[in-house]
């Protein structure tokens, strides 16, 4: 299997949460199947419904056929409210795109799904910024993120029993 068996990627909005919510749900629980025993990643359904609820929402799925190999999910952040505020300056033009979620299905890492998913996200965003945050246990990911172009900004723990995060932010459109 390679990048080319990942035959079609599909967007979503807002209106479509009801029906790939579950699926959202099922991937995540795949792609996090060694850690759904911490209280965190069970909440997971509640992320969804909050992410999915804003204006705005967008979301790129992968499938081979018709099974989701990933997805990518996010929405304009609240100006005023973004990530990186407390960390950095406001640049001339704050818009940013939040990324919530990049996951892939195991079977389907490292064949290029991911930076495929990422770039069909932010394709074409409107905002001058992405802005997302990493597990900073996972240094690997976020050194994914900086081949990207994105840079880290300073660290946070959202919710007392969420892992601390690295924040990171691009400037749009990214380059390469």
């Given amino acids: 299997m390679d990048l080319a ?6 967007r979503y909005t807002t209106e479509d949460l009801p029906s790939i919510r579950q699926m959202l749900i099922d991937v995540h629980a795949d792609a996090f199947a060694d850690q759904m025993d911490d209280e965190f990643h069970r909440r997971f359904p509640w992320f969804v419904d909050q992410w999915g609820g804003r204006r705005d929402f967008a979301c790129v799925v992968g499938y ?8 990518a999910y996010g929405a304009p952040a609240t100006e005023g409210r973004e990530w990186w505020r407390p960390f950095m300056n406001a640049p001339d033009d704050p818009s940013t795109f939040s990324l919530s979620e990049l ?5 389907w890492r490292k064949l ?3 930076d495929e998913l990422h770039r069909a996200i932010l ?11 990493v597990d900073s246990t996972h240094p690997r990911v976020q050194a994914l993120y900086e081949s990207w172009g994105y840079r ?5 723990r959202p919710f007392a029993d969420s892992p601390l995060y690295a924040l990171m932010v691009a400037d ?3 380059k390469g």
């Avoid at 081979?64 to 997805?71: A, K, L, N, Q």
């Avoid at 880290?152 to 946070?156: A, F, I, R, T």
């Fill in 5 to 10: 068996d990942v035959t079609e990627l599909r």
């Fill in 64 to 71: 081979e056929g018709d099974e989701p190999v990933g997805y």
């Fill in 103 to 107: 996951m892939v299905r195991p079977a």
């Fill in 112 to 114: 290029g799904v991911s």
């Fill in 123 to 133: 394709d074409g965003r409107p905002e001058a910024m992405a802005a997302l945050s």
């Fill in 152 to 156: 880290k900004v300073g660290e946070s």
């Fill in 172 to 174: 749009l459109p990214l």
